[in-house]
T-cell receptor, first 109, second 113 residues
Framework: GQNIDQPTEMTATEGAIVQINCTYQ??????LFWYQQHAGEAPTFLSY??LDGLEEKGRFSSFLSRSKGYSYLLLKELQMKDSASYLC??????????WGAGTKLIIKP | SAVISQKPSRDICQRGTSLTIQCQVD?????MFWYRQQPGQSLTLIAT?????????ESGFVIDKFPISRPNLTFSTLTVSNMSPEDSSIYLC??????????FGQGTRLTVV
């Protein structure tokens, strides 16, 4: 079967750095995505990795290792507004998105 | 990019009734996706809707329970039929106009009582 694992919940302090990990086992790979979802809202796109390495976009970076089936999302200089769920998703061989359950990130002042 | 208008944003329905959710996209897209998201859980794909053909349903979802219409390239509806409390969830429509990111409607929060 296809599976994406990420921690259920993480807590971090405002101004700090947090890394959210994601491991995946899918039938084929056509890219890995990170989305942010605030409570009661729809997911919004954060990042896309299809090749190994680090993609940086402002305070957010995403890393991919295809050989390890592993990715992480790195959030720097945390702000209270970063409190949200972060969803990891992979496109499989059929280009269908397979979603993780999401990591709820709690930011404390 | 794509902007999706989804409605209703929320509803409380009696068991045994049906609710139709609408999604309007600001551009033409080949496929539209319907998801269900239960509290604290991942997005679960219900079906993929193509214009001019029947929707493709994922395992565990059937057309009689979740009929879908796709009359043109910018619009789709999902009906949740003969509702029970187990159908209480958030329903989301989504499009992927390019090869990368997906765009979502605002979601419909359904409560069945």
């Amino acid at each position: 079967g296809q599976n994406i694992d990420q921690p259920t919940e993480m807590t971090a302090t405002e101004g700090a750095i947090v890394q959210i990990n994601c491991t995946y086992q899918t039938s084929g790979f056509n890219g890995l995505f990170w989305y942010q979802q605030h409570a009661g809202e729809a997911p919004t796109f954060l990042s896309y990795n299809v090749l190994d390495g680090l993609e940086e976009k402002g305070r957010f970076s995403s890393f991919l290792s295809r050989s390890k089936g592993y990715s992480y999302l790195l959030l720097k200089e945390l702000q209270m507004k970063d409190s949200a769920s972060y969803l990891c998703a992979v496109k499989d061989s059929n280009y269908q998105l397979i979603w993780g359950a999401g990591t709820k990130l709690i930011i404390k002042p | 990019s794509a902007v999706i208008s989804q409605k209703p944003s929320r509803d409380i329905c009696q068991r045994g009734t049906s609710l139709t959710i609408q999604c309007q996209v600001d551009s033409q897209v080949t496929m539209m996706f319907w998801y269900r998201q239960q509290p604290g859980q991942s997005l679960t794909l219900i079906a993929t809707a193509n214009q001019g053909s029947e929707a493709t349903y994922e395992s565990g979802f059937v057309i009689d329970k979740f009929p879908i219409s796709r009359p043109n390239l910018t619009f789709s509806t999902l009906t949740v039929s003969n509702m029970s409390p187990e159908d209480s969830s958030i329903y989301l429509c989504s499009v992927e106009p390019g090869t990368t990111e997906a765009f979502f409607g605002q979601g419909t929060r359904l409560t069945v009582v």
